[in-house]
């Protein structure tokens, strides 16, 4: 399986931009480049995804390097709502279906 | 609506015991999916159902046993457990092509704590 790697861990002040790496150096063709982020006691939330292109939507911004062997999610103005574990997952073709490789994650702490 | 409804929400249940886990989705999406998480963990695949058919078992003890009675519900049925399988289990569920669109949206989860 392809393999993301993420920092344990990041900290933000309030209403400033967050950007936050993933490195996914194994990955192929036909992967997608996924970011979830999961609050206390709630499971994952969709955050962004994309293939080759940067990507923007009201929450956030997925910016993919040329090669595809690492991405960035921009937190564009950090809230305190935005403190989470942020995970990075591709997304690859597996028995006719597919699956989503998790990264180990980020927590990101959000300072006031 | 988005929404991928789990329950119970938290289960204690001991060794001997056999439950089940319930998920259920009103989004027309015909790929479900067992996810495990361990405390301060990602979520771990377990099961992936595509057309009410299992498709991938990330060979899991057959402790665990899954079953999908139609588009809408995914079951998930516990049978003797050992304590180290206390954790949350997630549901998720998405279109069932490999499509551009295609994300998973996942529910709250149960909190499984076996004694």
């Known amino acids: 399986d392809a393999k993301t790697t993420q920092p344990n861990s990041m900290e933000s002040n309030e209403e400033e931009p967050v950007h936050l790496p993933c490195n996914h150096s194994?990955?192929?063709?036909?992967?997608?480049i996924h970011w979830y982020r999961q609050l206390p006691s709630q499971g994952p939330e969709y955050v962004i995804h994309?293939?080759?292109s940067n990507v923007n939507n009201r929450m956030a911004s997925l910016a993919i390097a040329e090669d595809r062997k690492s991405s960035t999610l921009i937190l564009h103005r950090a809230t305190l709502r935005d403190a989470a574990v942020y995970y990075c997952?591709?997304?690859?073709?597996?028995?006719?279906?597919?699956?989503?490789?998790f990264g180990t994650g980020t927590r990101l702490k959000v300072l006031a | 609506d988005t929404e991928v409804t789990q329950t119970p929400k938290h289960l204690v249940m001991g060794m001997t015991n056999k439950k089940s886990l319930k998920c259920e989705q009103h989004?027309?999406?015909?790929?479900m999916y067992w996810y495990k998480q361990k405390a301060k963990k990602p979520p771990e695949l377990m099961f992936v159902?595509?057309?009410?058919?299992?498709?991938i078992n990330e060979s899991v003890p057959s402790r665990f046993s899954p079953e999908c009675p139609n588009s809408s519900l995914l079951n998930l049925h516990l049978h003797a457990l050992q304590p180290e399988d206390s954790a949350l289990y997630l549901c998720?569920?998405?279109?069932?092509?490999?499509?551009?669109?295609?994300?998973?949206?996942f529910g709250a989860g149960t909190r499984l704590s076996v004694l």
């Open positions: 998720a569920s998405s279109q069932a092509d490999a499509g551009a669109k295609n994300i998973q949206y």
């Open positions: 194994t990955i192929s063709g036909t992967d997608y």
């Open positions: 994309g293939l080759t």
């Open positions: 997952i591709l997304r690859a073709p597996l028995s006719g279906t597919y699956k989503y490789i």
């Open positions: 989004m027309g999406h015909r790929a």
């Open positions: 159902y595509s057309y009410e058919k299992l498709s």
